[in-house]
Nanobody
């Protein structure tokens, strides 16, 4: 199995950028397809973006297309989420996930503990 640890969250203002990281350990990182999901207060966890093995394919939620970019560095065992032009509605706990594919949280097997992103207006 794989262990995932997110970092990079924080408090930012609307319009700012932020890059989240997810460091992996355990089984070979490159064996996994990876994703970011988020959960806002009082809402269900929702899909943000996913990336396939070696980054050949990516998948984005409509709400973050052209705004967020998912990437991976297999040499560093790290997944990234570059978030630009942040909005207050992007405020959520962001989770890194591995071992699945698709837009449902039920599709993903392994999870990190999450990192809080708060965007003030």
């Amino acid at each position: 199995q794989v262990q995932l640890v997110e970092s990079g969250g924080g408090l930012v203002q609307a319009g700012d950028s932020l890059r989240l990281s997810c460091a992996a350990s355990g089984r070979t990182f490159s064996d996994y397809r990876l994703a970011w999901l988020r959960q806002a207060p009082g809402k269900e966890r929702e899909f943000v973006a996913a990336i396939s093995w070696s980054g050949a394919s990516t998948l984005y939620a409509d709400s973050v297309k052209e705004q967020f970019t998912i990437s991976r560095d297999d040499a560093k065992n790290t997944l990234y989420l570059q978030m630009n032009s942040l909005k207050p509605e992007d405020t959520a706990v962001y989770y890194c996930a591995a071992g699945g594919w698709g837009m449902s949280q039920n599709e993903w097997r392994y999870w990190g503990q999450g990192t809080q992103v708060t965007v003030s207006s």
